[in-house]
């Protein structure tokens, strides 16, 4: 069981760590296409759309930022990680896996809204997994050209 928990940790560090050096323009891209994507997959208003996408991507960063800086860092003392055990293998697969995570976050947050309001939650759910996944493909197709004599 420690092994597993350790394994998700650095999973979760080594994203972490990725989304604030290399793949920083994921979180712009993201919030572009998901204003797109919530615009015209569900079928809102410009204004709506670009409230619920910009709540919907700030929670998934401070949902994410907290449990890496509260949970991992803080509570469970987890400071670093060894060369060993690094996980971000390919600039393509750590941008998805990044956007797995926030596409989680994101859905959570929109289960959560759909609870009090009345917004079509499949839609919302179609919208997110597109919206990331193009936010991914963009996001590395920047990284493989600025970065690339880092990676």
Request: proline share 1%; aromatic share 18%; charged share 5%.
């Amino acid at each position: 069981m420690a092994s597993l928990l350790g394994t998700v940790g650095n999973f979760l560090l080594s994203e972490w760590l990725w989304s604030v050096t290399f793949a920083w323009s994921y979180a712009g891209l993201n919030l572009v296409t998901s204003i797109i994507a919530v615009r015209y997959i569900v079928g809102v208003k410009l204004i709506r759309a670009c409230v619920l996408a910009i709540l919907a991507n700030s929670f998934s960063w401070f949902m994410y930022w907290m449990i890496i800086g509260y949970v991992m860092v803080h509570y469970l003392q987890w400071w670093a990680m060894s060369r060993d055990t690094a996980m971000i293998l390919d600039p393509l697969w750590a941008n998805g896996y990044l956007a797995l995570i926030h596409t989680c976050l994101q859905l959570l947050f929109f289960y959560g809204v759909s609870l009090y309001y009345n917004i079509p939650i499949k839609r919302l759910s179609v919208g997110t997994l597109m919206s990331n996944g193009l936010a991914v493909l963009l996001s590395y197709g920047y990284i493989t050209v600025v970065f690339k004599d880092l990676l």
